[in-house]
């Protein structure tokens, strides 16, 4: 599978080299039975493996020219950086030449090319080798034996398939593949080794691992300082690179390794002369090629002594939160000079940074590095040049320092070497190494060109044969490279046309197309099995990563070489719930004509008869498709097509439903490399002239997107032929896509104190945008956190204490601030709603505070801000207050706040305390007191609630049985209510009046109507006799009573309900007997109703 | 049972035991029959509400005492629902338009105008007009109280409002104006220790006059909260003496620990252990002020003389901004800061050179 092999090299070089040397030497052992652990374990490496091995195997043996060239390169180039010093001018100017050697001439070619650099180590090599033929025949016996007979195997299958198919492709793939590789190559044989090495240990079937390890030994032994790094790798500094092998696998693309070995190794040979470890011998060879002027330069950088790693034993755990030591702005910030140096000095050479650097902070000097073509690596291995050091570096990274000798150096030390090395790394062995790369990556790029122009041009010879996009379009066009007339947008007429020329996510579109492969299979078999890799169980696959990254192209690329006819539907549908139900129905079961007719002139093509669906944009599907996503999901259960699934976000909720339905494929960034080829090719095919530095730092700038880059370019050719380093980062910040940042990110970066460094060159501009990237959110997120940091401020006291007064004056002052802020905040929000205050609200109660106390934030968590749930439970408990102050009314005088103040305490004494301590026998006593003040149970509660410090409630613990003798009990009785609610709403205007008499439908009660009333009884009598009202009501009365009991029943308890209907019964009964005790008086401007349990009486009383 | 501050409160004019010279001149302007529209205003505990409700009894006899509560429901421009409750006897109206925050205007020109476009229907009551009693009148927006200005005028035949306030401060001078101002001081510590000894003899306690003067004290002439305490002293010790302790309530012990804090650690962490108690007491509906003032009350004792007057100036400061900001968290804060940096810079002896 060409596709394959491309991006897999272009990918990650680092692994074809694995392949090649690892089949080799698996294979003998294997017969029996490695075979099949080959086949059988993890579907994602193994298949791969076997997947490239038989298809060089198998291209090779067909198309010996194409891969010549390319072969022999691999190996001439790959045997050079280790072995043999001369052979590599050599091989630099040779690449463009030879063309034409079969597969063992190349072969030979390359061992002979080892003998000749290193007789000495012949007998190694050559058993290598032999072996190595050994095995590449196996392989493709291997592969041929496969292909024919399993079709079951999914691995397998798709290679036969794409193998049939596509052949063609391959063929261009592998040989674009080879040329992205050439540059790499050089690396790639040591990382291969290493990569070898961990791939069998993981792997772990192999009994050949010993045998491996030798084979690399002895190279290695060749160069000693090799060796040693060999080991250092094995053994302490293993974790990283184990690591990212590991990664490499899983994601099958991590490219950056492999980056950063290229330059590294290249660059290793220039360091080694300076090493003060390196043996003169041993690096006499690889010095040679440094002119004794480059020498004397790379002397003279100022060395530094890196401290010596502490010693190992202390601390165990990861200590969280310790990590931002060396985050913070360098000290001396603003005191480094930029130095100006001669463009590309740092060609071929690489840089770790660690630690906390005193003048420049490390973005700084990252870009310095970059922008004069030097490689920056994370992490220091065996082939770093220097190591930048500051204070405080991480105790592994010294210990790598130590081990492999590297050269470490100060910031200054690295100005020095941008000043006096010459343009292009002069002459030296890395710059040397680098042009050569160079030179190869242009040729590749050429050569990968001329076959796209000769792709075109055959698509258009056959009139769009391909019903790809890129063929469509460029039907009948086609001619060669003037591109002059041609009106598509570069991303269409780039858009890849085969699978080779997706860039990244090879595992998921390998995935993707033998899920579609299988698709009939599967149908068959009902999805009841799910296959090798899980797939075989999914009706649909859903695709989901960042934009720009190709699914989409990836999806109909698929279906393409599948022979599928794509239906799609996106975003710009709509796609509710009925229309995707009914709409669907008819794509669900159909075939597509396609596979029966076609134009003039062109043959019908059976594959079409299959549909594939692709959604695209499903995370689109907004408010107006309403309930598509829940039907799509449906639909994905029982398609009887393939259904593809394209969304950015999977984790959004509203993707929920299609959890377990759908086969989840992520999609990743492609790294810069896999991108920058392709780039690359574009831009010669454009005549365009970019440095690669300049095109990485257009990828990086857009977040690996690739149709943003591609755009880019496309932007930049209407107007200049060339692109510098700083317009391409003028380029990318212009076209910079503004991601909203989350709170905590926000408060992260405003209060870690890198925008308050003298050195930072963020302006209030900046930082007032940082708080409109949630300016709801990020002042308080500030209020909350800002007493968290370690301001940088209160850094250069002299002691303790002046430190400790210097933070609580800036405390202080930042609390300030945000006390103004909030003034600001009221007139924003408040009754003036003065909304141009926003950029003055920033300032107050985000920036201004932050530039007080800005600084570390290590061991302070960064937390939500508390604000908003204290004020949601402040306002919950301000209701219980209401309503508790609402009941009382009746009986006391104060306002609310006089309620809570005054009352709530006595009353949680004589409530909550008095049922905590004397427990149920206080339970009579407690009820006689809520209802003389009309508390319900729920008042009792929100009492209980309302306590704080010495009476919180979480300290009030009492005994369950008192508890449940309380809430029987209360419920046994019934309770006085004060009132009622009415529901009628009052219109704000109009109809306001004469609507008062009809509120005397709240009846209202009174147990204690006679508490109230002690003194004034009779007097009371004497008025209710007076009043001339209380007869008359009682005819109209009737039916609003009638309704206000009704209304009372539903709203109150039901105990009021059970006992209404007795009572009635009895009320009637017993009515003329009852009228003495308390009478219910009622007029027509309002109502003073003493409610009791005898209330329902009293209605029939007054209606006799 | 209810509680003593309840039972035993007064119920006409005659039974006040305090100020008898306000209770004298209501008692006449209630017999006027000419009655004016009122703000009072005073501390809370003072007894207006109960002077008030004294008043109408004198006005409307003991009919007025006949009151329950209605609840309604108004409607906003904006088509909100606002429920409101409404406290009232044939005669007269009480409401607390503050319960409804910022839509109080709409309470005040609707209920207002339907209660005094109507007339009272009762021949035999002894006034034509209707009284509204407006709580928290101090806590009216200024939207809702220049409803009332002219509300006040037009409907004057039928319809007399009595504000109620802590302060005149927040009252519109139209409306100033407009009312007759009565003024009800809270009650001296004598008057408190009179009271409390008549209800304690009521209730059949012993008599305990040093007890009684210390609680008198205690409550900072607030007769409501001396009351409660007295209760509350003689509901938890059978026997009580000069020595009994009076409990604090909740949140005043909760805040005298917050000053502990304060005064025991001067650090940026500490600020952050104070907030979470601040953030306690304020949702659990204790003003932002009265924690504020409480707050700068028990530091007081616990500091240097120097820096007092540093303290004082710097809580009012924050008091204000708590008026005219809207998360009191904030100044709160600000002002636990700015104490601690304070008193710390005196305890270092540094100056402490101001900044703003």
């Known amino acids: 599978m060409p596709s394959d092999i491309r991006s897999f090299f272009g990918g990650k070089p680092a692994a074809t080299p694995a392949v090649q040397e690892k089949k080799p030497e698996k294979a003998p052992a294997k017969k029996g039975r490695g075979r099949k652990v080959v086949e059988d374990s993890d579907e994602d490496e193994a298949p791969k493996v076997k997947k490239t091995a038989a298809k060089k195997a198998e291209k090779r043996a067909p198309t010996p020219e194409g891969e010549a060239t390319t072969t022999s390169d691999y190996f001439g180039s790959k045997n050079k950086p280790k072995r043999s010093e001369p052979t590599r001018p050599k091989t630099a100017g040779k690449p463009a030449a030879d063309s034409e050697p079969t597969v063992t001439p190349v072969k030979a070619n390359g061992r002979a090319s080892k003998a000749k650099g290193t007789p000495s180590k012949e007998t190694p090599s ?99 300082p090799d060796e040693d790094e060999e080991i250092v790798e094995d053994k302490p500094a293993t974790k990283s690179k184990a690591a990212a092998s590991r990664k490499r696998k899983a994601q099958d693309l991590d490219e950056e390794e492999e980056e950063d070995e290229a330059p590294t190794k290249k660059t290793k040979k220039a360091a080694s002369p300076a090493k003060p470890k390196a043996p003169a011998k041993k690096a006499k060879k690889e010095d040679a090629q440094d002119s004794a002027a480059m020498q004397d330069i790379l002397a003279g950088v100022p060395l530094i002594r890196a401290p010596s790693p502490p010693p190992k034993t202390e601390q165990k755990g990861f200590k969280f939160g310790g990590q931002h030591g060396n985050s913070g702005p360098p000290p001396e910030a603003g005191s480094f000079e930029a130095p100006d140096g001669a463009e590309n000095c740092l060609a071929g050479l690489s840089f770790v940074f660690t630690g906390l650097l005193q003048k420049l902070s490390r973005d700084e000097g990252q870009a310095l590095v970059k922008r004069y073509g030097g490689k920056v690596m994370s992490a220091p291995s065996k082939n770093t040049s220097y190591v930048v050091l500051g204070a405080d570096a991480g105790p592994k990274k010294l210990e790598v320092i130590k081990k492999n000798g590297l050269k470490v150096i100060d910031e200054e030390g690295l100005a020095h070497l941008i000043r006096v090395l010459p343009a292009n790394g002069g002459d030296s062995a890395a710059a040397a190494k680098n042009a050569e790369k160079k030179a190869k990556e242009e040729e590749k790029i050429r050569e990968m060109a001329a076959e796209m122009e000769k792709q075109e041009r055959a698509i258009g010879g056959t009139g769009g044969a391909r019903a790809g996009k890129t063929a469509n379009v460029s039907g009948g066009k086609g001619k060669g490279k003037e591109n002059a007339p041609d009106t598509r947008l570069w991303t269409v007429k780039y858009a890849p046309s085969a699978m080779n020329q997706i860039c990244g996510n090879k595992t998921q579109v390998d995935k993707l197309q033998k899920w579609l492969h299988d698709f009939p299979k599967n149908q068959r078999t009902k999805f009841k099995m799910a296959g090798p890799n899980g797939s075989g169980n999914y009706r649909a696959v859903m695709i989901h990563g960042p934009p720009g990254i190709g699914k989409t192209t990836a999806a109909h690329l698929v279906a393409k070489m599948e022979g599928y006819d794509v239906v799609e539907s996106n975003a710009s549908d709509t796609r509710s719930k009925k229309l995707v139900e009914s709409g669907l129905k008819g794509v669900l079961s159909t075939t597509s004509l396609l596979g029966y007719f076609a134009g003039d002139n062109k043959e019908v093509e059976a594959g079409k008869k299959k549909l594939v669906l692709i959604m695209d944009e499903v995370d689109g599907m907004s408010a107006g498709d309403r309930g598509g996503v829940g039907a799509l999901a449906a639909v994905c259960k029982k398609s009887q097509i393939p259904m593809i699934l394209i969304c950015n976000d999977r984790k959004q909720p509203k993707m929920k439903p299609f959890d377990f339905v759908t086969y989840d494929l992520p999609f990743r960034r492609p790294t810069t490399d896999q991108i920058r080829a392709r780039i690359s090719t574009i831009l010669f095919r454009e005549g365009m002239k970019m440095p690669p530095n300049v095109v990485n730092a257009l990828i990086e700038g857009s977040g690996a997107d690739i149709r943003q880059v591609v755009n880019m370019i496309s932007t930049a050719k209407l107007d200049q032929e060339a692109m510098d380093f700083d317009q391409g980062k003028e380029m ?43 300016h709801e959110f990020s002042p308080l997120m500030l209020q909350e956190n800002y007493l968290g940091t370690n301001p940088i401020l209160s850094n250069n006291a002299p002691n303790q204490k002046m430190k400790n007064l210097k933070a609580l004056e800036l405390a202080s002052k930042a609390a300030d601030s945000i006390s103004d802020g909030d003034l600001v905040d009221r007139m924003i929000h408040g009754s003036q709603q003065q909304w141009s205050l926003m950029p003055a609200h920033a300032v107050f109660s985000f920036v201004r505070p932050a530039s007080f106390v800005a600084g570390s934030m290590s061991g302070h968590q960064t937390r939500f801000t508390s604000w908003l749930g204290k004020n949601s439970s402040q306002g919950k408990l301000t209701r219980m207050v209401k309503e508790i102050q609402g009941h009382m009314r009746l009986r006391t005088s104060g306002d609310r706040h006089e309620v809570r103040q005054q009352y709530v305490p006595t009353l949680w004494k004589n409530l909550v305390q008095k049922l905590q301590v004397e427990g149920k026998e206080a339970v009579p006593e407690i009820i006689d007191l809520m209802d003389s003040y009309f508390l319900t149970k729920d008042d009792w509660d929100a009492i209980m609630e309302l306590g704080v410090g010495p009476m919180d409630m979480e300290n009030v613990k009492i005994e369950t049985q008192a508890k449940a003798t309380f809430t029987r009990m209360y419920n046994a009785a019934t309770h006085p209510l004060p009132f009622m609610k009415s529901s009628s709403v009052l219109a704000p205007k109009g109809k306001t009046t004469k609507e008062k008499p009809d509120l005397e439908e709240a009846i209202d009660e009174s147990d204690e109507g006679e508490a109230v009333d002690d003194k004034p009884d009779e007097e009371e009598d004497m008025d209710l006799s007076k009043d001339k009202y209380v007869a008359k009501p009682k005819k109209k009365k009737a039916p609003a009573k009638a309704k206000g009991k009704g209304k009372k029943a539903a709203e109150d308890e039901d105990e009021e309900d059970e006992e209404e209907k007795p009572k009635k019964a009895k009320g009637k009964a017993a009515a003329k007997g009852e009228t003495t005790g308390e009478r219910t008086l009622s007029s027509l401007t309002g109502v003073i109703v003493y409610m009791n349990i005898f209330a329902p009486d009293l209605f029939f009383i007054s209606l006799k | 049972m209810a509680l003593l501050v309840d039972k035993h409160r007064p119920r006409s004019l005659e039974a006040l035991s305090y100020h008898h010279t306000l209770s004298d001149r209501l008692r006449s302007l209630a017999q006027s029959g000419d009655f004016p529209h009122l703000l009072i205003y005073g501390p809370s505990g003072a007894g207006k509400k109960t002077r008030i409700t004294a008043t109408l009894r004198a006005l409307y006899g003991p009919g007025v005492e006949k009151i329950k509560i209605d609840s309604r429901v108004f409607q906003t421009t904006s088509n909100r629902k606002l429920e409101f409750n409404i406290v009232s006897s044939n005669y007269h109206l009480e409401i607390t338009p503050s319960d409804v925050g910022n839509y109080d205007r709409v309470v005040v020109q609707d209920l207002l105008k339907e209660v005094a476009q109507t007339q009272q229907v009762d021949l035999a009551a002894k006034q034509r007009f209707k009284v509204v009693v407006i709580n928290e009148a101090d806590h009216l927006t200024r939207d809702a109280q220049a409803a009332l200005r002219r509300t006040m005028e037009k ?80 509901a938890q010790n059978e026997q009580v003496n000069e020595k009994t302790p009076i409990p604090p ?29 601040l953030y306690d007491l304020l949702t659990h509906c204790i003003p932002a002020t009265t924690i504020l003032k409480t707050l700068t009350f028990k530091l007081m004792p616990k500091i240097d003389d120097a820096l007092k ?43 402490f050179d101001d900044d703003f």
């Not at chain 2, 012990?253 to 500490?270: F, N």
């Open chain 1, 126 to 224: 050559s058993r290598t080798s032999s072996r190595k033929k050994a095995t590449t025949s196996y392989a493709e016996l291997q592969g041929e034996d496969e292909f024919p007979d399993d079709d079951l195997d999914g691995a397998e299958d798709v290679f036969t398939a794409e193998f049939k198919d596509h052949r063609k492709d391959k063929k261009e793939a592998y040989k674009e593949d080879d040329d992205e590789d050439d540059e790499p190559v050089k690396p790639q044989r040591r990382s291969n080794g290493k990569g070898a090495q961990k791939k069998l240990k993981d792997d772990d079937y192999d009994p050949d691992g010993d045998v491996d390890m030798k084979e690399e030994n002895p190279e290695d032994d060749f160069v000693v």
């Open chain 1, 732 to 774: 990318s910040k212009a076209w910079e896509k503004h991601t909203i940042l989350k709170p905590w990110d926000i408060t992260g970066k405003i209060l870690g104190g890198g925008m308050f460094a003298p050195s930072s060159k963020s302006t209030l501009n900046d930082k007032i945008e940082l708080y409109f990237n949630d």
């Open chain 2, 155 to 234: 409907y004057s035949p039928n319809l007399r409002l009595i504000l109620l306030a802590n302060s005149t401060s927040n009252i519109i001078a139209p409306i100033r104006s407009r009312t007759l101002l009565v003024r009800v001081a809270a009650p001296t510590e004598e008057e408190i220790c009179d009271v409390l000894k008549k209800v304690g003899k009521k209730e059949g306690y012993k008599e305990n006059a040093e007890l009684e003067k210390r609680i008198a004290k205690e409550s900072g002439r607030n007769l409501r909260r001396a009351l409660l305490m007295f209760e509350a002293v003689h």
């Open chain 2, 249 to 277: 309530p909740d949140w005043e012990a909760l805040i005298a620990q917050i000053a502990d804090d304060i005064i025991a650690e001067h650090t940026p962490a500490r600020i952050l252990q104070v907030r979470a108690k």
């Open chain 2, 309 to 351: 007057s540093e303290v004082v100036k710097w809580s009012a400061f924050y008091e204000h901004r708590i008026r005219m900001g809207s998360k009191v968290i904030f100044h709160l804060e600000a002002f636990v800061a700015k104490f601690m940096r304070v008193s710390e810079a005196h305890l270092m002896g540094m100056d």
